[in-house]
């Protein structure tokens, strides 16, 4: 409201208060000079019949014919009571009259502090939705710039709105700045990782097709103990610190895709598809990416046909989720069984990936999915990437994940996709 309005509806209360109060004067008034007049007449009255006795009967007819006669309420120590007249006789249509203008006062007043007291509510209500929407507008990134409405009771409260709005699209321009500068210098490195791993990668190739050239008898030269001849026990080196040269450069390899993939992911280019995908097909697709793995550690994966279920989501990106996921199941459960089940209700459709193993440390649950963090038990070679990239993915398509502990042992993740 502007200050204009403001005094219109002071002034309204203030008019409507002085009608009722205006209204109750006047009662009290006209009662005051009823009573005035009926004692001022009492004493007339009661000189005369003191007087003359014999005027009494006379006086009683007149005020009969005045007053239209009313017997009621006789008072022994008053002459008029005694003759059964009280003051409200002696009022006539002046009470009347006085009695109708203190209710109409009376009525006016209340019917403009009922008008008053709306029109203010209506203002206000006008006042709070007006920033509601500015709010509303905020959230959405929409919001203008706030036009003044004059000085009330809201206007330190719009400013400070107003501040707050102001400030907030100021931190998240920072943040937005900062997070693509992040995302900006991830991809950079891991751009700059590539060159020397392609560089480490062919040197190794070279020294291993150069092998034979360096030592030519370790395949005729044999031996065991003190026998084994030098050369063999170089070549023996050789051949280890090759393969931890190839291990540490897979290592690498995975790391720098990974940090390409979360540069996308921080940058907002990474573009998720939103089709249809069925959640059984997604989990045995997963199983068969990583079966060499599940091979190589003799671990067996159960996937349980359960009917057809779809969810909203990217068929590639969500199954490589899915791998990290399973990926973690193994190496901490190597030799046993990775458990899969899905359920769908109106709301969500979960996913449930677990296995048998001793699950995870109590201290490890608060920060499974941060990036880079490695927990308690984990397995040798690993980066901390995988579960982090599992989380971005999921929750860029209207999902959560969790882990935690089963009752009964073992490793369990919880994945919702949420219908709307």
């Excluded at 204009?4 to 006209?30: D, H, T, Y």
């Excluded at 309420?73 to 009347?96: H, K, M, N, P, W």
């Excluded at 719009?158 to 501040?163: N, S």
Aim: negative net charge; charged residues 20%; aromatic residues 10%.
């Amino acid at each position: 409201m502007s200050g204009r309005k403001n005094i219109l509806v002071v002034f309204g209360f203030v008019l409507s208060v002085g009608l009722i109060a205006a209204a109750v004067s006047v009662l009290f008034a006209s009662y005051h000079y009823s009573r005035i007049q009926f004692e001022l007449l009492n004493v007339i009255c009661g000189e005369v019949v003191e007087q003359e006795p014999e005027t009494k009967n006379i006086i009683s007819a007149a005020l009969k014919e005045y007053t239209g006669g009313n017997p009621d309420g006789v008072a022994e120590e008053d002459v008029l009571s005694a003759l059964g007249y009280r003051i409200s006789d002696f009022t006539g249509s002046a009470c009347e009259r006085n009695l109708l203008f203190a209710a109409m006062g009376f009525l006016t007043g209340i019917l403009l502090f009922i008008f008053t007291f709306l029109y203010r509510n209506k203002r206000e209500a006008l006042r709070i939705r007006a920033l509601a929407e500015y709010l509303e507008q905020a959230n959405i990134g929409k919001a203008v710039i706030l036009s003044a409405s004059g000085e009330d009771d809201f206007s330190k409260l719009e400013d400070e709105i107003y501040k707050t709005v102001t400030f907030l699209y100021q931190t998240k321009d920072r943040a937005i700045q900062v997070k693509n500068d992040f995302a900006e210098n991830l991809s950079n490195i891991a751009h700059q990782l590539k060159t020397p791993i392609t560089a480490i990668s062919l040197s190794v190739q070279m020294l291993k097709r150069n092998a034979p050239d360096t030592f030519p008898l370790c395949d005729t030269l044999q031996g065991n103990g003190p026998n084994v001849h030098p050369c063999c026990q170089s070549f023996s080196f050789y051949n280890k610190y090759l393969e931890q040269i190839e291990k540490q450069l897979s290592r690498l390899t995975h790391l720098e895709e990974a940090l390409l993939v979360l540069s996308r992911i921080d940058s907002g280019t990474l573009q998720l598809q939103r089709d249809e995908a069925d959640v059984f097909t997604l989990l045995v697709l997963a199983a068969d990416n990583l079966q060499e793995l599940f091979v190589h550690s003799h671990t067996s994966v159960d996937i349980p046909e359960q009917g057809e279920m779809l969810v909203t989501a990217d068929l590639d990106w969500t199954m490589e989720a899915v791998m990290n996921l399973m990926k973690n199941c193994m190496e901490h459960n190597p030799g046993g069984t990775i458990h899969c089940s899905c359920a769908q209700n109106p709301l969500y459709t979960e996913i449930q990936i677990w296995d048998d193993g001793e699950g995870f440390a109590k201290e490890d649950i608060p920060h499974l999915f941060e990036r880079f963090y490695r927990g308690k038990n984990a397995c040798e070679g690993g980066i901390g990437i995988g579960l982090a990239l599992s989380k971005e993915i999921i929750e860029r398509q209207n999902g959560t994940i969790r882990a935690r502990n089963k009752p009964d042992g073992g490793a369990l993740f919880e994945i919702r996709f949420y219908s709307h």
